[in-house]
């Protein structure tokens, strides 16, 4: 199955909502969840998400969605965290500790290669020796060698952002772009991300050969207006999309 | 001597040095909370600079629309061996100089002034827009607008505006509206005006005008430097360099040129960081706007006031007013973000050169040479002395870029020593 990969802040727009539209999700029409724990410097997401950190950062309790995490992980729904290494990395051990307690599969690091990119080896080895996945994160500005190093050291899937920042839409040639990082990563799962939003960009990267997409801002939104109708409809439609 | 002068020489494609980088580069980020200034840069620069802007391909096809332009304006540029310096210097090495004084305006700016113009045109903008510090960049601009068929609006540092009169003929005869920056056209320049009325302007002032004009005009804005995609189409430079070098049978072991906001620098070395790192490469900027060796590296804006987005990058900060110096050009507060991080990383080395050095180094070239460098390009060739002086017994083969001709900055030769 193609991964659709819903992903949330948590505590936005606040716990009630959020936890409602987690309640309407078909469970058998996603493999993969993305959780963002809300950053105090989401440095790296364009101004919906910004601000989805902000307030989640208020709302945000391990108690609230303790029983949310446990559900997804009975209906076979693999979760992986989004935080920033800004905000982790005081605790790191701890907070990964805590993930794999409550049954994420693995952790997605914005800000790693970037900003810490001397700490990233070590972070990366460690995440693998206790068996947490660490998801490589790339952009269009990720070198080449850097792709083909990160991915080397990992086995999982791979988050291709099309954006430089989430939310926003610089024009790019998709062609190109698939075509790279299939050369580039051969035989490997690329999942893409950011400013996906219609069934045809769906179509045109799986017809060059990804393996799933990611969607944020454009469920946000539904989050924010409440559209419970049209949350669940594009979902089932975005599943067919991919199984097509 | 002149090692070659045709036109296969001229690369087919421009280099993009991101794809190459030791590290990623950090992303733009925006610089309001509320709006995102990546998203406003779609209202701002044509749609296909702006995909070029953040495009990954390391290389991409120069129109023949451009080459044709290209041909017609000069290039390929002439790589010359400066033996008399050689001589006057006692140098056992060899010293090339590329020079983009040849070209129609008189420096490199016209290299991204035409096809940024040119996707203007195509797109079928009402005008282009953009600042200019000693007027370099507003000619070209000027003169790529014309041959397009646009109107330029154009935005002078005033310092540069009052002490370089010619420069407004040059960009009047080029079809070019001028004005003094900053100006009453717009709200910030005209607020900049009201709380400091005797700003001599600097380059951040005038993009934030220009940035501003294009928005309530339909304008679009013109990409002097520091942006990535300035510095893939001036990569032209240095692919001609390395041609014109192999055509010679000889290798750069150094390379050198100054950085305003690095795009003749980028534009004349990237091409080499492919090759390993056997070319030692130097950037050299004003002792007065010293960028590298006390500037942060952290994200800035690029514009004082923060309509475009932030960048990662050495900065001396967005409110620098840097001395009214000489060189016009290289009162920038920071360098483009792919620069700054090979500099951080230490693949390249900076140097900083005062006024009295560049002045000396441009007379030298002149009665060596016979070019009056611009006074920007005067760093790179003082720069050069300086290593030439510090390993006078190596053969080892230097190239630096003469990034302009300095015929309208004679006036900094007023006293005679
Ligand atoms: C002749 C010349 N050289 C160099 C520069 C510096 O700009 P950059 O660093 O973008 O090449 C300028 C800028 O105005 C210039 O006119």
């Known amino acids: 199955m193609k991964n659709l990969i819903p992903y949330f802040t948590l505590g936005y727009p606040d716990n009630e909502t959020l936890s409602h539209f987690l309640d309407l999700i078909p469970v058998d029409k996603i493999n993969y969840i993305e959780f963002g724990f809300p950053s105090n410097d989401p440095r790296y997401d364009g101004p919906v998400i910004r601000k989805t950190h902000n307030v989640g950062n208020i709302n945000f309790s391990d108690d609230f969605y303790k029983k949310y995490f446990d559900y ?23 907070f990964i500790d805590y993930l794999q307690k409550r049954n994420f599969s693995g952790i997605i690091i914005p800000d790693l290669i970037i900003d810490y990119y001397s700490e990233g080896k070590e972070i990366i080895n460690k995440l693998n020796d ?23 050291m990992t086995k999982s899937w791979i988050y291709y952002g099309l954006q430089p920042s989430t939310g926003i839409d610089i024009p790019y040639e998709l062609d190109y772009t698939t075509e790279r990082i299939n050369e580039l990563l051969p035989g490997r799962e690329i999942t893409y991300g950011f400013g996906i939003k219609t069934d045809d960009d769906i179509r045109n990267l799986m017809k060059n050969g990804g393996s799933g997409v990611a969607i944020g801002t454009y469920l946000i939104k539904m989050t924010e207006a409440g559209d419970e109708n049209g949350f669940i409809d594009y979902i089932n439609k975005m599943r067919g999309v991919l199984d097509e | 001597m002149i090692t070659a002068m045709n036109k296969e020489i001229i690369p087919d494609n421009w280099y993009n040095v991101v794809p190459d980088l030791p590290e990623p580069l950090a992303p ?5 909370s509320d709006i995102s200034s990546i998203n406003l840069l779609n209202k701002i620069l044509p749609k296909e600079v702006l995909k070029q802007e953040f495009t990954f391909k390391r ?16 290039r390929p540029t002439p790589l010359i061996r400066a033996k008399n310096l050689e001589k006057k210097l006692g140098y056992s090495g060899k010293i090339y100089y590329k020079y983009e004084g040849a070209t129609a305006t008189g420096s490199h700016k016209i290299n991204t002034a035409i096809p940024q113009a040119y996707y203007a045109m195509k797109e079928g903008v009402k005008g282009v827009t953009t600042e200019t510090g000693a007027g370099q960049w507003g000619s070209a601009t000027a003169l790529a607008a014309s041959l397009y068929g646009l109107p330029s609006q154009i935005f002078m540092v005033k310092i540069s505006f009052e002490q370089k009169p010619l420069r407004k003929t040059v960009m009047n005869l080029y079809n070019g509206n001028v004005v003094a920056s900053p100006s009453t056209l717009t709200a910030y320049g005209r607020k900049i005006l009201k709380e400091h009325p005797d700003t001599p302007g600097t380059l951040g002032i005038g993009i934030s005008e220009a940035v501003e004009y294009a928005l309530d005009n339909d304008y679009r804005y013109m990409v002097a430097s520091v942006m990535n995609v300035s510095l893939t189409h001036q990569s032209v430079i240095g692919q001609e360099t390395k041609k014109q070098l192999e055509l010679i049978g000889e290798h750069a072991d150094v390379l050198i040129g100054c950085v305003g906001g690095g795009s003749n620098f980028g534009g004349f070395t990237f091409p080499f960081i492919p090759d390993g790192d056997d070319t030692e490469i130097i950037a050299t900027t004003a002792n007065e706007v010293p960028k590298f060796s006390k500037g942060d590296y952290k994200y800035d804006l690029m514009d004082s006031a923060g309509i475009l987005p932030q960048v990662r990058m050495y900065s001396l900060g967005a409110d620098f007013v840097p001395p009214t110096i ?6 920038y507060h920071g360098a ?3 620069l700054s991080l090979l500099i951080n990383k230490g693949r390249i080395k900076s140097d900083e050169v005062t006024e009295e050095e560049v002045k000396e180094a441009l007379r030298t070239f002149a009665n060596t040479q016979g070019i009056i460098a611009a006074p920007e390009s005067g760093h790179a060739i003082a720069s050069a002395i300086k290593y030439v002086k510090a390993h006078i017994n190596e053969k080892k083969t230097i190239v630096v870029n003469v990034s302009g001709h300095g015929y309208l900055d004679l006036s900094i030769f007023g006293e005679k020593k």
Request: cysteine-free.
């Open chain 2, 336 to 338: 483009s973000p792919s």
């Open chain 2, 326 to 331: 000489y060189a016009g050009g290289l009162r």
């Open chain 1, 130 to 152: 206790r068996g947490f996945e660490y998801i490589p994160f790339f952009s269009p500005s990720t070198p080449d060698s850097i792709i083909k190093n990160v991915s080397s």
């Open chain 2, 28 to 32: 733009p980020r925006d610089s309001k």
């Open chain 2, 59 to 74: 290389y991409e096809k120069i129109p023949d629309e451009v080459m044709e332009a290209y041909e017609q304006i000069g």
């Open chain 1, 72 to 94: 997804f992980h009975k209906n076979h729904v693999k979760m992986y965290s989004l935080s920033y290494y800004s905000d982790i990395k005081a605790r790191f051990d701890d």
